[in-house]
């Protein structure tokens, strides 16, 4: 009877998606928080890096990678992207069940608004020890219903302009009532180090392809350089300079698929002053040299 009902529901949220999904990947919808996702065949272990999000599948499953720890999310579960870590996933799809999904953003300050509505005190429910920044949950009734809400609003273009925003607040909501609420309340204590060095996570995002350094992410993070550094590197699993290295290679890949530029336009564009220098640490990361990239996840 579980099993039956689990597919049921399921079967909802595909039904849903699979409209939205007017091409393979990731396609945006009409709300830009909001991008679907679907593959029609199984993808081997690759690297990848995700926006802070919620990512809600409900068809196929994959395997995400992150140091030590493996996680699976899988038809009827979501994925807690907290902060934009680097880690590898692996997609299980075929052309008979292809994978279905839904990604979320995750908006820190709609977020913070909710955490204080809720009477959640983001300064007194600080955890002790720095949560994880990726987690998978089941989806729970409450969250599914609330992300079925969401996407019968993206069919709309009407419901969608004057109920979109609030659609997106409920899946927030359901999502801090669920059980990995913890690391979400963390995203805006402001006085906690994730949130600090979410906030760094962001500026790097917006200017990696400028020279950065420890110093300048640390003031963003308001910590001093050797505490900024053993923050960032608890939580993303890499030093900021690791970190910094890999989102640029990994912009750079985004770049040669989706906007065919040469090798040496992609390198300089990502940061990279020297274009063998950027060659070689592409190949070494993604075992393939920049000028024959193939079809990624």
Do not use: W
Not at 55 to 67: D, F, H, R
Not at 96 to 124: Q, T
Not at 140 to 164: F, K, N, S, T
Not at 241 to 256: E, I, P, T
């Amino acid at each position: 009877m579980f099993l039956t009902r689990h597919r049921d529901e399921n079967a909802v949220l595909v039904s849903l998606i699979k409209p939205l999904a007017t091409q393979l990947g990731f396609v945006h919808t009409l709300m830009p928080e909001v991008r679907v996702v679907s593959a029609c065949n199984t993808v081997a272990r690759m690297p990848q890096i995700y926006e802070p999000s919620l990512m809600v599948i409900a068809q196929g499953s994959k395997l995400a990678y992150l140091g030590q720890r493996t996680l699976e999310y899988g038809a009827g579960h979501y994925l807690v992207q907290a902060l934009s870590v680097p880690f590898e996933c692996e997609t299980f799809a075929s052309e008979d069940m292809p994978l279905l999904g839904v990604a979320i953003s995750i908006d820190r300050a709609v977020l913070g608004e909710l955490v204080l509505a809720m009477g959640l005190d983001p300064e007194r429910s600080a955890v002790a020890q720095t949560p994880e920044s990726m987690t998978s949950a089941v989806l729970d009734d409450e969250m599914r219903q609330a992300v079925e809400r969401l996407l019968r609003c993206l069919h709309d273009p009407l419901e969608c302009r004057i109920m979109g925003r609030a659609r997106l607040r409920e899946v927030l909501f359901a999502a801090l009532r669920g059980p990995q609420a913890s690391v979400l309340r963390a995203l805006v204590e402001q006085q906690g180090q994730f949130a600090r060095v979410a906030a760094s996570l962001s500026h790097l995002h917006e200017h990696f392809a400028e020279p950065l350094n420890v110093e300048t992410l640390a003031r963003c993070a308001n910590m001093s350089a050797s505490t900024f550094h053993e923050h960032f590197k608890r939580s993303t699993l890499l030093s900021p300079v690791q970190y910094l290295k890999r989102l640029r290679l990994l912009r750079a890949q985004q770049l040669l698929l989706s906007e065919g530029l040469g090798v040496a336009q992609v390198a300089e564009r990502v940061g990279y002053q020297s274009t063998s220098q950027f060659s070689r640490e592409y190949k070494r990361y993604f075992e393939r040299s920049p000028g024959h990239e193939g079809a990624g996840c």
